[in-house]
């Protein structure tokens, strides 16, 4: 069998990388390579024509303040951001953290400034209610329950923007502790078809796993066909850090 491969699109590296975020892509690199599964990473920037995006197997946008995600919306205003809607919605597995997710809701609303209409591929509104109000910030942990994906995540949040889900949108985990998408109805983040937005940074793949290999599998059954098992990776350390933060915010120490 030829070697396996997986593109990752790395959405604009230079404008929309917070708290680490960049992590996801060496976790992603990382247990493809320990498995012998080749990677390439195409950083997408305003200079890339909107076909390279188009050979992605993984799709990956990080956080960004609100500065730059004007920036970058008016990118995707064009050819890039249909690319983006019809990968999400053929089923390309995607991350996005914070800033990332609120570009793909159907607009957010900054601190100051004008309404940044979104691509719509998440039924969801975020709105930042002014630079008075006090941001949401802390560590976070909740539950992930997807009939293929059980597992609690935890991380690192920093944000103003309140997201509210749409009737047709559904959570991507129930916080534990701390805010989520508003510190209001217990949500966090939202789910798409294979597209996951979340407001953990940290980064959230490395000290979660579970969530990293659930993208990889995906992206392989989607480009193979086939129902991939993934080769077991020694994951003790990623448990141990994962176990040791999930339990002092549960007790609360
Ligand atoms: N600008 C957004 C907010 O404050 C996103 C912040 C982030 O990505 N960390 O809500």
Not at 120 to 125: C, H, N, P, Q, S
Request: some cysteine; overall charge positive.
């Amino acid at each position: 069998m030829t070697k396996q491969k997986v593109i990752i699109a790395w959405l604009y590296p230079d404008l929309m990388s917070t708290y680490g975020d960049r992590g996801n892509i060496i976790t992603l690199q990382k247990r493809c390579e320990w498995r012998g599964i080749e990677t390439e990473i195409l950083s997408i920037t305003p200079e890339t024509k909107s076909i390279e995006l188009k050979k992605a197997d993984i799709v990956f946008g990080g956080g960004a303040q609100d500065l730059e995600q004007e920036i970058v919306m008016k990118d995707l205003k064009g050819d890039k951001g249909s690319v983006i809607k019809e990968l999400i919605n053929a089923g390309t597995p995607a991350l996005f953290v914070c800033g990332a997710p609120q570009l793909m809701g159907k607009y957010y609303e900054p601190a100051m400034g004008k309404r940044i209409d979104g691509l719509g591929i998440f039924d969801m509104v975020s709105k930042h209610p002014g630079p008075k109000k006090p941001r949401l910030i802390g560590n976070v942990v909740a539950q992930v329950e997807l009939p293929d994906l059980v597992t609690t995540i935890v991380g690192f949040e920093n944000h103003g923007g309140r997201t509210k889900l749409g009737k047709n949108a559904k959570a991507f985990a129930k916080i534990i502790k701390g805010y989520g998408n508003n510190g209001e109805d217990g949500t966090e983040g939202v789910i798409y078809n294979n597209a996951i937005g979340c407001y953990f940074h940290g980064p959230l793949l490395p000290k979660n796993p579970k969530i990293s290999d659930w993208l990889l599998s995906c992206a392989l059954k989607k480009k193979y066909g086939q129902n991939i098992i993934l080769k077991e990776l020694d994951d003790s350390l990623e448990i141990q850090a994962h176990e040791a933060i999930a339990r002092r915010l549960r007790i609360g120490v």
